[in-house]
């Protein structure tokens, strides 16, 4: 189009408006601010499929049916995910000098800015439903990247039950997610997968696989640290404070956690000092009693001469001497499990002298 036209009267002139309509657009518009197709959508007087159509007509770009797309997955998870969701683009195809895209604001030049940077070509747009862009993004990342994370997740399960590691470890990165465990003063890295995740994935990964857990999260140098603590079932206790045992923290009887799903409670863990093996990352900290947090068997306080342990302590693999290989499943030692009343001297001897040596 050679005239540039505003959207009340381009809807006008395609018949999805009336006059009267207009008038009550434009009502709405200065009570409210909104823009004037937010207003007659808001109304029900035409939908943001009628909007976003014509914006097309006015723009000459195309209107593409978002539900006849089939996903480019490699071009996908070249864009963070949350910066798709949030700006409703779906990346189309890619060629040498350009990338296509649809985008449900084509005014939107920030989110495409930031994509002509991120991959030094130009984009050619196109416009479509931006509720069914977003709709098809999430189905996406849900089919495609949450498996892969689910894996993995199990296969660190697997690992460290019957260990002494208590916590794993999640760095998360703009195209991948770094995976350690840690337990007993011992950080271990075992994997990384590629993509975008978010915390919500982890969360949903763990519920997939039916494991409660509580975590901590951290922020430095624009990755996001995520600590999880998985939960085992509740088991009676002789005296707190909390304990570990199989793969994960016990809820002892008493203790604030239920079997509900629960995804963390803040300030449960009294680490003030960073977190072993990540500078400047700590977790967070707060005055209360001892009955309202869990203690991890290396960072029992002193205060408590005598508590009750089930849990199993590690020992250098012979084979490997921590290095990882078949007989260790790769986490670099042996674990004997333990079970008694001990005093945070005793439980340090052990660790000392008798296991890590």
């Known amino acids: 189009m050679s005239k540039w036209k505003d959207l009340g009267t381009l809807l006008l002139e395609y018949g999805l408006i009336t006059i009267n309509d207009l008038h009550e657009g434009l009502k709405l518009q200065g009570q409210t601010g909104l823009r004037l197709g937010e207003a007659l959508v808001k109304l029900g007087i035409v939908s943001m499929e009628d909007i976003d159509w014509v914006l097309s007509k006015q723009l000459d770009i195309p209107y593409v049916i978002v539900e006849d797309i089939n996903v480019n997955i490699e071009l ?4 963070p995910k949350e910066f798709l969701i949030e700006n409703r683009i779906l990346p189309l195809y890619e060629a040498d000098d350009q ?3 649809v985008i449900e604001d084509p005014f939107n030049k920030s989110a495409i800015a930031y994509i002509e940077g991120s991959i030094e070509k130009k984009v050619s747009l196109s416009t479509g439903s931006g509720s069914k862009i977003e709709e098809l993004l999430k189905q996406t990342f849900n089919k495609v990247g949450l498996p892969a994370l689910i894996h993995v997740i199990k296969s660190c399960i697997a690992k460290i039950k019957e260990t002494s590691f208590y916590r794993i470890d999640f760095l998360l990165a703009e195209h991948s997610c770094g995976i350690n465990v840690f337990g007993s003063g011992i950080l271990k890295h075992l994997g990384e997968v590629k993509g975008h995740y978010t915390n919500e994935d982890i969360f949903m990964a763990f519920d997939d696989l039916g494991i409660h857990f509580l975590y901590e999260q951290s922020f430095s140098n624009n990755r996001r640290f995520i600590a999880v603590f998985p939960l085992e079932n509740r088991i009676d206790i002789i005296k ?3 304990i570990i045992g199989g793969y994960g923290l016990f809820r002892p009887e008493g203790n604030i956690f239920s079997d509900a799903h629960v995804y963390g409670f803040s300030h449960v863990f009294p680490l003030s000092k960073p977190i072993h093996g990540y500078p400047y990352l700590a977790t967070k900290d707060i005055r209360s009693s001892f009955e309202n947090f869990i203690y991890v068997i290396d960072a029992a306080p002193a205060e408590f001469k005598d508590y009750y342990i089930n849990t199993y302590l590690p020992r250098r693999c012979p084979s490997c001497n921590t ?5 260790c499943m790769e986490l670099g030692y042996q674990f004997e499990k333990i079970v ?3 005093s945070s001297d005793d439980l340090n001897k052990l660790m000392k002298e008798d296991y890590l040596g």
């Open 76 to 79: 996908l998870e070249k864009f």
């Open 99 to 101: 990338v296509s895209i």
């Open 240 to 242: 707190m404070p909390a």
């Open 323 to 327: 290095g990882g290989c078949g007989a």
């Open 340 to 342: 008694g009343i001990y």
